[in-house]
């Protein structure tokens, strides 16, 4: 299984960027994906998740309402948009593919599979 993120960049506060991830090597649509990211000198933390089938989300309480995971089976791809984004919302960002069918998770260890990351940076 093979993860590839991008959409990354630089960006000023309040201003919008998506991530992508697209996915390979597994019946992508049998999955809930998720979105964690991880900030200098901080641990990773969950960001966004979302269901196999018909797309529940699931946030991290200071994202919501400012970012939206969504996915596109026919397209094995999963994003991130993010808007009003924050200078704290600097990090580099992860998706990842969870380890088991029809779970769905919040919690980074439960996740088998991961993509390299792609750095956003949110300036004042």
């Known amino acids: 299984v093979q993860l590839q993120a991008s959409g990354g960049g630089l960006v000023q506060a309040g201003g919008s960027l998506r991530l992508s991830c697209a996915a390979s090597?597994?019946?992508?649509?049998?999955?809930?994906m998720g979105w964690f990211r991880q900030a200098p000198g901080k641990e990773r933390e969950f960001v966004a998740t979302i269901s196999w089938g018909d797309g529940s989300a699931n946030y991290a309480d200071f994202v919501k309402g400012r970012f939206t995971i969504s996915r596109n089976n026919a397209k094995n791809t999963v994003y991130l948009q993010m808007n009003s984004l924050k200078p704290e919302d600097t990090a580099v960002y992860y998706c990842a593919s969870e380890g088991r069918r029809f779970r769905w998770s919040r919690h980074d260890e439960d996740y088998e599979y991961w993509g390299q990351g792609t750095l956003v940076t949110v300036s004042q």
């Open positions: 090597g597994r019946t992508f649509r049998n999955y809930a």
